[in-house]
Structures are given as C-alpha cells and as structure tokens.
C-alpha cells in the first residue's frame, strides 16, 4: 500500500479542490474560444472569397465586354478585320480601356494573327504575323503608356514558329458558334498561362476568324498578393488535378511570370486538397474547412469552389495566428492557476508543519543519510514533542558510533553498493575487470629500521595511492600492510576500466614523486605497481557475519605477481597482456618479457607501462630498439639481441630490463638452447 505524509495529504487536498475548479473553467473557456476561432477563421474566409469572386467576375465581364464590342464593330462593318490601321486603334483602346485584359488577339484561317498586347503597366505591344509577309516572322510595334495616350518607341522583327491556327483556343473557337472560355499556355512570345474568352467572328454568314480576350494568370497572381488574408495568410487558386492556377506575388504582369519558387504557405494548400478528396467537390461545393500541419506550424485551410470550372480557391490562415490570442489568454490562465497552486500549497504546508509534520520529516531525511552511509550528515533536531526528539537523538548517536568504522571499511564503495540495492549476502559474478597492485619497495627493512615513525611516511603514501584510485573511477579493495588492492569495472561497470587503471598507476607515481616521500636513508620512495585485466569474480565474499566485496580469480594473482616482478626487471609499472591490449593506443608500453604462467600455453607477456599516449607525448626511441632486440632474442638470434639491448643501455644507462637480457644472452650465446627451448622465463617471486 502507497502511504503519503502529512503533509503532502493535506496539501494534495487542497490542490486538488483549486485544479478541479480551475479545470472546469478553463475548459468552459477552451470551448468557447474555439468557437469564436472558427468563426473567424470563417468570416476571413468568406471575405476573401467574395473579393476573389468579384475580381475574377470583374475580369470576366471585361473580357466579355471587350469581345462584344470588337465583334460588334465587325458585324457593323464599322471595322474590316483586314483594316489594319483601324483594328489597330480599335484593339489598343480596348486594351486600355480594361486594365485587367493581357491580350486582345484574331487569328485568320490563313495562318494570319494579329494581336495587341499590355506588358506590364507602362508598355504595350502590336504584333502581326502575315502570311504576305512570310508566316515565319513576326512584327511587334511597342508603345509606351502616358498620361491619357500611348507613344510609339520601337518596331522590331523576329523569327516565330508561332502558326495561331495549330493552337487550341483556335481549334475549339472556330468550330463553334458562341464564345467560350478556354485555357492558354502558348502566346507567340513563349509560355504564358493564361484564360482565353475566345469565339469566332462571322460576317455576311462568311467566317472571318476568331476573336480572343486573354488574361494572364500572372494578373491574377498579383490580384491575390494585394488581399490581406488575416496578418500572415495567403490565398491560391487552383485548378483540376492540384495545378496552381495563382499565388501571391506583387511583381508578376505580363513581363514577370509569376515567381518559381514556391510561395511559403502553397504546400499547406496542396495538402489540405489531397486530405479532402472525395469530400470536397470544387465544381459543386460546399465549401470546407480543415487543419493542416507541416514540420513547424499547424494551419487552417479553407477550400471554395470558385466561377471557373474546376477552380478552388485556398485560404491559409498559420493557426498561431487565429489561437495566438487564445494561446495567450491560456498561458496567462497557467501562470495565474500556478500562483494560485502555490499560494495554497505553501499556506496548506504551513499549516500542516506547524502541527507534526516537520519534524518527522527532518528525522527521517537524517534516517536517508544513514541509510546511505552519508554519517556526516547527520544532525540532531529538536522538537516540542518528546518522542520526537528522543528519536532524533537515538538516530545522531546512532551515527556517531558508525562514523567511528568509516575508516575501517572503503565508505563510498559501501555507498556505491546501497544506492544500488546490491544487498549485503554473500554471492557475486564473472565480469571482465582490472585489478591493481601497488606495494613499497623494501618496506619489511624500513619499517624494522624505522619502527612506530614508519606510520606517518605509510599512511600519506596509502592517502595518495588512495585519491588517485577515486580519481579514476576505482574502487579501493584493501590495504595489506604496505600493499593498495583496487580494482576497475564494479561495483559501477566501466568500458575503460583498464585505461583508467593505467591513468591511475602513472598519476600516482607521480603523486607520490611529487609530494617528495623519501624513505628511511633519504632516498625517493620507491612504490612497484602491477595491473592485470581478466575475467574475475566480483562480489559480497564471506560469511553471514562477515562480507568483503572484493574479486578472485587467476587474473587478481597474476595482477600481484607483476607487482613483484618489477623487482626482477628494475621497472616500476607492469601490466599484462590484456591489460595492454584493452589499453591500446591510449597508453605507451614497453613489452618486456614473456613469463610461464600455470594454466596459460606459451607464457604471458608482459609490458612496462611508460606513460598515458597524447599528441604532446612521444614514446621513446629506446622503446622500438628493445622490443627489435626481444624479437631477434625470440628468434635465437643471440648476437643481434645482445646488440640491440646495447643500445637500450647507451640510451637509457639505469634500464635493468635491458641489462637482465644481455645476461642471458650471453649465457644462451656460451650454451646455446635445445630445439624445444622457448623465450619464455619463469616468475621467481610469488
């Protein structure tokens, strides 16, 4: 059963009392803005719709007018379609005359075409491609629009493969008898989407030819980019099959073609037609509304059949925009709610610690810290109620005398052990670790020497070895007399639990070298170290009554067999071949030997640990030259090996490694080895 303390009751009720309200009204609110948000997605809508509705119908009856009265000239014989300088006039008043017209275009059934043109709002262009003039060429006069007329600037040529009776508003005009509204994509000066008003011009029953007004989508682009659709919205136009009829775009005429880069909100358009199929019907309506989101923000798109058949119009409103209001009022309804929940928590907590809760919950925080070994911690806490403070007291004393153990016992692995419920029973597992040796170099003499002084020098070596270990992530297993056991990889698994071992060793080397320690005749202190890696048991070893956590196995010996063979070889840190392998390029190492070892075939190697690899350090020359002349020894070559471990000691004269190899060199060269003889030496320490 979950139990909860005073305090936290009695302030949880009265939180609870305050969220259920403000719940209920916040929800009541939530509903009511979202109503008026979709209202005014709404009004916005139906506002953009009609401005769109009248521009495009606006257009249409210009167009239709302009084509009423150019075909009525012509069946009036007010105008010869053959009359070039009256269709001239006739065509570029008209054009004038509705700003919203692009093209003003016949075509005769010869192949002729004779069209007026508006480029942009400050130009306009007559163009004639003639059958007597060649069909391949074609005449384009430009004119500059002034001030209540046009002025004449340039006549030019050019080559066109334009032929008008090939394009499909001729085709489908020609053939019928009333007008009709078409699409054009092909003007004889490129690719220019637009809506063609085209239908054919009879005289005397004869058939001159067709008649068509065109408008450039490029108009009704920057028609859209003139609406104000809420402060950040868009709207398009779009036709059958997703084809983007018109976006937004201030710039675009006749001159400059609607932008190639997509207009920021269109893909949101896109999208909210594809989830509307099948439910949204842009020749019959009704109009729909529904959100769309991308990768960044969330959207309303409302969708509306439009004059043309086939075309939607698509308003998208950013949603921030229409909530951002409502998000506002939301964020403030937090930040007033979380006052209030803390005012009343604080007020409810008062109350309840005034009368019992306080002190029980500082005895048993002090409880925690003993339970997680932070003695420390500990304090006494006095209270107006006696049980309380006895138990208070009970708890402190009880603290005291387990403080009083601390440095009998590694405490912070005790801590590390708690914290991960490892319960205190006897039992453990194989994992794959590093276990380190250290021991100080002729310490049974220097302490018979030395006596009860011998204490001061023993306990700031231990100290040192101590903090280094902590440093990187070791545990410190015991100390047996002069000797430090730690290991790498538990309780707290570690992946570089051997490269941390070797940081460890080296730093406290040099820890020990700089804090000056000297033994008994003055001399450095001199500390041999020895680091093995392995699989190796881990765990609570003992009895009910007493539990050690420490590890076992062939590994933790051959760790403490390498502490003693420095002896042997004159260095100060050995590792193993794992050890050395799992290390890798963080470390630089000399590989000294090969020692027999029960249970391994072919001995173990054995390396000297020089130093932590980084870009500033470089190993030295001597290493390479003594580990050529261990591999001539290994391959009986005697002689070169003797060489080799010459030249280790002109370069290095103190390396007692180099010097135990030309000793047996010369002793293989004097009595050379049988046939099954191998580079393996035996450990002479134990």
């Known amino acids: 059963m979950m139990r909860i303390g005073i305090r936290l009751a009695i302030s949880g009720l009265v939180l609870a009392s305050i969220v259920v309200a403000a719940g209920g009204v916040h929800a009541l609110w939530w509903q009511t803005a979202s109503a008026s948000t979709r ?16 521009e495009i119908l606006s257009i249409a009856d210009q167009a239709r007018a302009a084509h009423t009265s150019i075909r009525t000239l012509f069946l009036q014989n ?20 509705h700003p919203t017209l692009s093209w003003i275009a016949f075509g005769w059934p010869d192949g002729s075409f004779f069209a007026a043109h508006r480029l942009g709002d400050r130009e306009l262009e007559m163009m004639e491609i003639s059958v007597a ?9 430009r004119y500059k629009v002034i001030t209540g007329d046009i002025e004449f600037e340039t006549r030019s040529f050019e080559r066109t493969d334009f032929v008008v009776t090939r394009q499909q508003w001729y085709e489908v005009a020609i053939k019928n008898d009333i007008p009709r509204w078409l699409e054009v994509s092909n003007h004889p000066v490129g690719e220019r989407r637009a809506l063609a008003y085209a239908g054919p011009i009879d005289v005397y029953t004869m058939r001159q030819g067709v008649l068509a007004i065109m408008i450039e989508y490029a108009r009704l682009s920057r028609f859209l980019s003139r609406l104000a659709v809420g402060k950040s919205g868009a709207a398009f136009i779009i036709g059958q099959s997703g084809m983007t009829i018109a976006a937004p775009d201030p710039a675009a005429d006749e001159l400059h073609a609607q932008r190639s880069t997509p207009h920021p909100l269109l893909a949101a358009a896109h999208r909210a037609l594809r989830l509307s199929e099948g439910v949204y019907d842009p020749d019959f309506g009704p109009a729909r ?47 007033g709610l979380a006052l209030l929940v803390v005012v009343a928590g604080i007020v409810s907590a008062y109350l309840a610690r005034r009368i019992i809760a306080t002190p029980l919950v500082k005895v048993a925080a002090e409880l925690r810290h003993v339970e997680r070994f932070e003695l420390e911690r500990v304090r006494r806490h006095p209270s107006r109620l006696s049980e309380i403070e006895n138990l208070s007291t009970t708890i402190a004393d009880m603290a005291s005398g387990l403080s009083a153990f601390r440095k009998y016992i590694p405490a912070e692995l005790v801590k590390s052990l708690v914290s991960r419920g490892i319960a205190a029973h006897p039992g453990g597992a194989i994992r794959p670790m590093t276990v380190m040796f250290s021991d100080i170099a002729g310490f049974t003499g220097m302490s018979e020497r030395l006596g009860e002084d011998v204490i001061p020098l023993l306990s700031r070596y231990l100290e040192i070895m101590s903090t280094q270990v902590s440093g990187q992530r070791g545990t410190i297993d015991k100390f047996i007399g002069d000797a430090v056991m730690a290991f790498w990889g538990a309780p707290v698994e570690n992946a570089d639990h051997a490269l941390d071992a070797c940081r460890a060793a080296l730093a406290g080397q040099q820890a020990i070298r700089a804090a000056g320690l000297a033994d008994d005749n003055g001399g450095p202190l001199g500390v041999r170290i020895g680091v093995n890696s392995g699989d190796m048991l881990v765990g609570n070893i003992g009895s009910h009554l007493r539990l050690n956590y420490t590890v076992l196995g062939d590994a933790v010996n051959i760790a403490s067999r390498l502490e003693a063979v420095n002896k042997e070889y004159g260095t100060e840190i050995i590792i193993g071949e794992e050890t050395r392998r799992l290390a890798g390029a963080g470390i630089h190492a000399r590989e000294l030997d090969r020692l027999m070892v029960y249970g391994r075939a072919g001995g173990l190697r054995i390396f000297e640990l020089v130093a932590m690899a980084a870009p500033s350090v470089v190993p030295p ?21 003797r060489v080799m471990f010459r030249e280790v000691l002109v370069a290095r ?5 180099a010097q135990v190899m030309i000793e047996r060199c010369d002793a293989l060269i004097a009595k050379p080895p049988n046939d099954d003889w191998m580079a393996t030496s035996a450990m002479r320490t134990k």
């Open 133 to 141: 003039d060649g069909a391949d060429k074609r005449r384009a006069d």
């Open 621 to 641: 020359a001597w290493i390479a030259t003594y580990e050529r002349g261990l591999e001539q020894y290994r391959r009986r070559n005697f002689v070169a090996a």
């Open 39 to 54: 209202e005014l997605a709404a009004t916005i809508n139906s506002q953009i719709v009609a401005a769109v509705e009248r």
């Open 78 to 97: 007010v105008l010869e379609t053959r009359e070039a300088d009256k269709r001239e006039f006739v065509l570029l008043s008209q054009l004038q005359a």
């Open 289 to 335: 509304s529904l959100r769309v989101s991308d990768a960044n923000a969330d959207f309303t798109v409302s969708l509306a059949p439009l004059a043309f058949p086939g075309w939607t119009l698509a308003t998208v409103i950013p949603q921030a925009e229409l909530t951002g209001a409502v998000d506002a009022t939301i964020r403030r309804l937090l930040v």
């Open 653 to 657: 004269k103190t390396d007692r490694a």
